[in-house]
Structures are given as C-alpha cells and as structure tokens.
C-alpha cells in the first residue's frame, strides 16, 4: 500500500470545483492544478486532438494584461476589451489568479481553463469565470485587485508517457486517467505545482489519484495502471503594478493608487 502525499492547498477543503457553464463551455469537468475545474472534452480526448508544439502560439504579457483590462472593466461597467494580441489560433489554455501579500507570499485566488483547444478570443471570458465563477472561492472584488497576479497558460506539446514515472517535473504537466471497478478516473496538474509543493514525481501522481476522486487503496498495481499524458506550458505572468504601468492610467483610479 502506498500513502499519498497532502494534497495542494485549498481555501476550503469542502468548497465545490468551479465550472462555467455552456454555451462557452461544455459539460464535462476535470480537476485541474490546485483543484480548479477544466471544461471541454474529456482528458484522453483532448490530448489526443492536441496540435504539435510548434503550431501554438506563445504566451505573452500582453494576453495576462488583457485579462486584467477584462477584470477593470467588468468593474468600471465597460464592455469586454478588445485584445491586441492575435486571437486566430485556438489553443488548450488556463487563466490563474493569484493573491500576492506585501511579503511576497501567494495564494491561488482562481483557476480556470480547457484542456482541449479554446480561440484566444475567449480568453477575457477565462478571466472573468476566474475571478467570479470559481466556485470554491467568494466572488473577486474590486479592492482585491491591486494584489493580483494574473498568469496565462497556453498548453502544448502533448505525448503519452511509458509510464507514470516518465516525465520531467518543473518541465510537464501531467494528465492522467484510469479505472477502477469500470468507474474512469482523471486529473491534471500544469507544469508549475509539482515544484511549488515540492513534490517529486511519484508525490505528484499519488496527489493527482486524490484530486481525480479516488479514495481506495493505491497499490503498486495500480501506479501501474495510472495511463499518463504530458505536455507543456507557454506560460506568461503579470503583477497588477506592471499591468497598470503598461496601460498608462487606463485602470480605475481607485486602483491606481494601491499600485503605486
């Protein structure tokens, strides 16, 4: 028998995973990350439908500070922002909020995405269900703000592992799905949380058993069953202090002070 690991930190173990709810997004829900919530098809699915590395774009600041124009403007009353980046490809993306304390320290204040290709277009509509339909979290408010960190992850390159043990950690996300007694089972994690909980790689996997549901012994046989898909992450981060220098006093004034 092989105990797991503590799971990642949540801000309440009985709060529900967020998922958004249609048109944008389909029905099926996968756990993700810190537990956020992934909607689209299911996992095997969507990695196998996944493009090669070199036909995604890449990630830059300025899709996480239009992200953060989506969030100023929803609060202003402002109709969503037009993004000036290029929304033409479709791509498997998640939108991560952090809280980020004058020490430095952070905590996830929302995580939303889709683990099968979404236009870059919709990704204002990934901030906004971040920020107020993440159900495990109370909705954003405005003086929340000025301590947000935003990230934007563009997923890429998929490929099956050999084995549970076969991928890099701080290099791949991770995908796994299984089955138990004809029940599937299947989680994710983004390339970022193994090492931000310091977990090597088996942690990581006995972590993800847990997060996909799974709450029966966890055998070597069934490591063994574990089928596990990687990938990578094109991954762009902004403060709320560098996305209000960037668009020059186009933030609320209530907010520009706290970014000062």
């Given at each position: 028998v092989?105990?797991?690991?503590?799971?990642?930190?949540r801000?309440?173990?009985?709060?529900?995973?967020?998922?958004?709810?249609?048109?944008?997004?389909?029905?099926?829900?996968?756990?993700?990350?810190?537990?956020?919530?992934?909607?689209?098809a299911?996992?095997a699915?969507?990695?196998?439908a996944?493009?090669a590395?070199e036909?995604?774009?890449?990630?830059?600041?300025?899709m996480?500070?239009h992200?953060?124009?989506?969030l100023?403007?929803?609060f202003?009353?402002?109709?969503?922002?037009?993004p000036r980046?290029?929304?033409?490809?479709t791509?498997p993306?998640?939108?991560t909020l952090s809280?980020?304390?004058e020490?430095?320290?952070?905590?996830?204040?929302?995580?939303i995405g889709?683990?099968s290709?979404r236009?870059?277009?919709?990704l204002?509509s990934y901030?906004?269900?971040?920020a107020?339909?993440?159900?495990?979290?109370?909705?954003l408010?405005?003086?929340?703000?000025p301590?947000?960190?935003i990230?934007?992850?563009?997923?890429v390159?998929?490929?099956?592992?050999?084995?549970?043990?076969?991928?890099?950690?701080?290099?791949?996300g991770?995908?796994?799905?299984?089955e138990?007694?004809g029940?599937?089972?299947?989680?994710?994690?983004?390339p970022?949380v193994?090492?931000?909980?310091?977990?090597?790689?088996?942690?990581?996997?006995?972590?993800l058993?847990?997060?996909?549901?799974?709450?029966?012994?966890?055998?070597?046989a069934l490591?063994?069953?574990?089928?596990?898909?990687t990938?990578?992450?094109?991954?762009?981060?902004?403060s709320?202090?560098?996305?209000?220098a960037?668009r020059?006093g186009?933030?609320p004034g209530?907010?520009?002070?706290?970014?000062?």
């Amino acid at each position: 028998v092989v105990s797991a690991p503590r799971d990642a930190p949540r801000p309440s173990p009985a709060a529900p995973c967020a998922l958004r709810p249609a048109p944008l997004l389909a029905t099926v829900g996968s756990t993700l990350g810190h537990g956020a919530w992934a909607d689209g098809a299911p996992m095997a699915a969507a990695s196998a439908a996944a493009p090669a590395a070199e036909e995604y774009p890449a990630a830059e600041a300025e899709m996480a500070a239009h992200c953060f124009d989506a969030l100023v403007d929803h609060f202003r009353g402002r109709p969503p922002p037009q993004p000036r980046f290029d929304t033409s490809p479709t791509v498997p993306l998640f939108v991560t909020l952090s809280t980020v304390s004058e020490t430095g320290a952070r905590s996830l204040r929302g995580c939303i995405g889709s683990l099968s290709p979404r236009p870059l277009s919709e990704l204002s509509s990934y901030a906004h269900s971040s920020a107020f339909r993440d159900r495990r979290f109370s909705p954003l408010e405005e003086h929340e703000v000025p301590s947000l960190a935003i990230g934007v992850s563009l997923l890429v390159d998929y490929r099956p592992a050999a084995h549970f043990l076969d991928w890099e950690v701080g290099t791949h996300g991770v995908i796994i799905t299984f089955e138990v007694r004809g029940r599937s089972y299947s989680a994710t994690y983004l390339p970022e949380v193994a090492p931000e909980q310091g977990w090597d790689q088996r942690e990581a996997i006995l972590s993800l058993v847990r997060k996909a549901g799974y709450r029966g012994t966890v055998d070597e046989a069934l490591l063994a069953s574990i089928r596990v898909t990687t990938y990578r992450s094109s991954k762009t981060e902004l403060s709320y202090a560098e996305y209000a220098a960037s668009r020059a006093g186009r933030a609320p004034g209530a907010l520009d002070k706290e970014a000062a």
